[in-house]
DNA sequence: CAACAGCATTGATTCGCCTGCATATCTGCA
DNA sequence: TGCAGATATGCAGGCGAATCAATGCTGTTG
């Protein structure tokens, strides 16, 4: 894969939704597919809700390994994808590195997924 | 898979988000897991999108397959995985089999991926 | 009734991903 | 400098998914 991480970062993820107004172009569905394929993960879920709901809002992978009863490389190789994805942050502090919700790109993603409000009008017009 | 379809229709997916309180537990993500697999996909991406802006709400197969660019069966196949996932509802008139979005269960993603309203204060508490 | 059109299903192929093991890299400390 | 602990990366096995061609099924039409 290219990068998956600029894919929700910044420029990628336009306001454009698959369910609103006209229908999404290839590549963006693409963009789009990446970012939910890094989400569509039991263990990856997983490791969101723990960050999430751990003491400061952030976890070390040493925290992460034993909950979810995966192998630490394996652990490491999911966060790495969920950063990419542009899900979490990391922070290296000392030997520890640091994850982290950006609750911005999750609301992103959930604005592209929210229908809406009322606008079931059909442009039958056509 | 078992039946992904009643993952979403009632019962499953519960009032539980993987973005608020405690740690979800992995049944819950495994359901979770499988209807945003459901989505993650650029094929059946296009398809919602697709559907969405056709002029009733609605579209057979036929006119499917063309703007995809897959052949019959594919489409076929996309189109049953996304209404098991319980995101497409399916009314079949005559030779024609058409379908169409379920905004409620797209909806029920979205809530879950939606981080409470200014929810950002840490339980650091405990 | 026979021929045809729209969809679904099956089988086969190819591709990608999840996982663990082994190993490399980095940081802090003695 | 050398050692130990915490993460990251490479490699490989195995399973699941995406796709298409061929086939079957159902309703329509002549």
Do not use: F, N
């Not at 992460?64 to 990391?90: C, D, F, K, M």
Request: net charge neutral.
């Amino acid at each position: 894969m290219e990068d998956v991480g600029t894919a929700l970062a910044e420029t990628s993820l336009p306001a454009i939704s698959p369910l609103h107004g006209e229908p999404i172009e290839r590549a963006d569905a693409e963009r789009l597919a990446g970012v939910l394929k890094a989400l569509a993960d039991p263990a990856r879920l997983r490791l969101l809700s723990l960050i999430q709901s751990a003491p400061e809002g952030e976890a070390c992978v040493c925290d992460l390994t034993a909950p979810l009863g995966l192998s630490q490389p394996t652990v490491s190789h999911h966060l790495r994808i969920l950063t990419e994805a542009g899900l979490l942050e990391r922070e290296k502090r000392g030997v520890w590195a640091y994850y982290r919700l950006v609750p911005s790109a999750i609301g992103a993603i959930a604005d592209l997924l929210t229908p809406p409000r009322k606008r079931a009008t059909k442009k039958a017009a056509r």
